[in-house]
């Protein structure tokens, strides 16, 4: 009655989110009386995989075979299902990234399972099963009853945390036959770099039409660089060609949910703020001291940008030399 | 090359949201239902392109009560050849309308089956994927970009901290995102012409949904902003460091 949680490699490398799903997991296992377990498909490192145990699991199985290392999502759901049978886990808990989105539902139908996507908290297990999960945009919760034994959930990044603690887990080859794809990878084309990619960035800095073109980027990523944040515009930004695409959040865009979002000049339209208005801290700096988005946000800067952001950067490295 | 689009009645994006029952049912009062704009913006659109393009047709499909009729004809408007509607009006969860409109997809052969990304109202992401599960298809979720050559499909999508190009043969299933399509405004024709076009009620599958909602909560109400003079940076990083905890 294990309970199974996926392991998201990114080129043979633990994202972020699996840490969160491995705390997920082995808090519910506790509270369940089980244990949590974890499944890696695809290259990777074993003294990577076995350091998921210091959020509190015991165990990941490998299955290393190369075919696992391009993504198809029927691929993977047929090695999770064959995976959970192997081990007997009636529980498969995924991070609600791209990944988790395309093979949990997969996942789902194969085990005859109840699936809720876009878990906030663990689930309420005193009198049946029952998952707390964004809906309306971030504007609402939803408390959905899982009335399968079977289940599947899926955990929106950044929403439970991850609690770091100590000891390895054991990590044990599980051998999977992975099912032909019928998917035929052309190219794969990933950003570079440090920072964390939208989707699961913790501090992101974020501009709109405010900053007049894209010749004065150079204060956001000044900005973004001195907290080590991830950067983003608003669509209007990315619609003109300012900005590339995979930047711009909102509705229409990335939704996200970091611990510190930080909008220069955006005006905080509706459907911007329904892909962001999930983020634990938002400040706002805006010259318009009607701006919607001061309605959203917890701190405000009423100012110029092009002086108060370069202002707030330098504020920001004074505070980290002083750390 | 036969298109089905599966099209979401949700709230208007403006719509404050609110809840009757004690808190159980969502307060439908006054709600503006609209066509889920990632299934209308770019899976309707880019369908209508390529048939546009190549020829076929575009079937629209639906699973709700008959007062989704005016929506669904605004899909008709947009271009749609002709539509599906599952008539089911109990509470449904995304099993139970996979199933439904699986079981349609099976008779109709399809060749590509279109959704959006997601819904606005429960941002599952759940339905294409099931449906590729049930339907034993491949799904290619998040795609920014769709061109069809013959029976095979030239896609680009969203992976976890880029982009992928891929190629697969028809049938599947593809989730649409931003970049697929611009957004079409049906016009005076369009209008009058969507009210002849047939519009086909079938019986819904007779499947229990697996999860059902117990209650919805609203977050808590916000303070209000704190504003900082925009000469004193360091509150703002003291706030920041000491109040908020975030950096």
């Known amino acids: 009655m294990a309970i199974l949680f996926i392991v998201d490699l990114v080129d043979g490398k633990v994202k972020k989110g699996s840490f969160e799903v491995a705390s997920y997991a082995s808090k519910l296992a506790a509270n369940t009386g089980t244990e949590a377990v974890g499944l890696a498909l695809g290259t990777a490192n074993d003294s990577d995989l076995a350091d998921l145990g210091s959020y509190g699991t015991t165990k990941i199985y490998h299955a290393s075979n190369n075919a696992f290392n391009s993504f198809d999502a029927g691929v993977y759901a047929q090695a999770v299902k064959d995976a959970a049978d192997k081990i007997g886990a009636h529980t498969v808990i995924f991070s609600m990234g791209l990944t988790g989105k395309a093979v949990a539902p997969r996942v789902a139908v194969k085990m005859n399972a109840g699936i809720v996507s876009g878990a906030v908290a663990l689930p309420d297990t005193s009198n049946g099963f029952v998952v707390k999960k964004g809906a309306f945009s971030g504007k609402a919760f939803a408390l959905v009853s899982i009335n399968t034994e079977n289940k599947v959930v899926s955990v929106t990044p950044n929403a439970y945390g991850a609690t770091k603690g100590s000891g390895t887990a054991t990590v044990e080859a599980i051998d999977l036959i992975p099912a032909a794809s019928r998917i035929t990878v052309k190219e794969v084309k990933r950003q570079q770099g440090d920072v964390a990619p939208l989707p699961e960035a913790e501090l992101v800095v974020s501009a709109g039409r405010g900053m007049k073109g894209p010749e004065n980027w150079g204060i956001i990523e000044d900005l973004a660089a001195s907290l080590g944040a991830t950067t983003a515009c608003s669509r209007p930004v990315a619609d003109v060609g300012w900005r590339p695409h995979h930047e711009h959040v909102g509705q229409t865009g990335v939704a996200i949910r970091p611990n510190l979002y930080i909008a220069v000049g955006i005006s905080g339209a509706i459907q911007h703020l329904a892909g962001v208005n999930q983020s634990k801290t938002i400040v706002v700096i805006n010259k318009d001291p009607e701006a919607p988005f001061f309605k959203a946000a917890d701190y405000g800067v009423v100012g110029d940008l092009f002086e108060v952001v370069p202002k707030l950067t330098e504020a920001i490295k004074k505070f980290k030399a002083q750390q | ?247």
């Open chain 2, 1 to 247: 090359m036969k298109f089905l689009v599966c099209i979401s009645l949700v709230p208007d994006t403006t719509t404050k949201i609110s809840f009757v029952e004690n808190d159980t049912k969502f307060n439908t009062d006054k709600v503006q239902w609209i066509l889920n704009p990632y299934d209308e913006w770019y899976a309707l659109v880019r369908a209508l392109e390529l048939k546009e393009a190549n020829g076929g047709s575009v079937t629209v499909i639906n699973v709700g009560g008959a007062e989704n009729d005016q929506v669904i004809r605004k899909a008709l408007a947009i271009g749609a050849d002709d539509a599906i509607r599952v008539d089911a009006t109990s509470d449904l969860d995304s099993f139970s309308i996979a199933s439904d409109i699986a079981a349609v997809a099976k008779d109709g052969n399809y060749d590509v089956i279109m959704l959006g990304k997601e819904t606005i109202n429960y941002n599952g992401s759940n339905l294409g994927g099931m449906l590729a599960e049930m339907l034993d298809l491949p799904f290619i979720s998040y795609a920014s970009k769709l061109d069809m050559n013959g029976n095979v499909a030239s896609i680009d999508r969203e992976i976890e901290g880029g982009k992928e190009s891929l190629e697969v043969s028809t049938p599947f299933v593809i989730s649409c995102a931003k970049g697929m399509a611009e957004a079409r405004i049906p016009n005076m024709k369009g209008i009058m012409m969507a009210k002849s076009k047939p519009l086909a009620v079938v019986t819904p599958q007779a499947v229990a949904p697996q999860t059902s909602t117990v209650k919805y909560e609203l977050p808590p109400a916000k303070a209000a902003c704190k504003m900082i003079d925009p000469d004193n940076m360091d509150e703002l990083v003291s706030l920041l460091h000491n109040e908020a905890k975030v950096i």
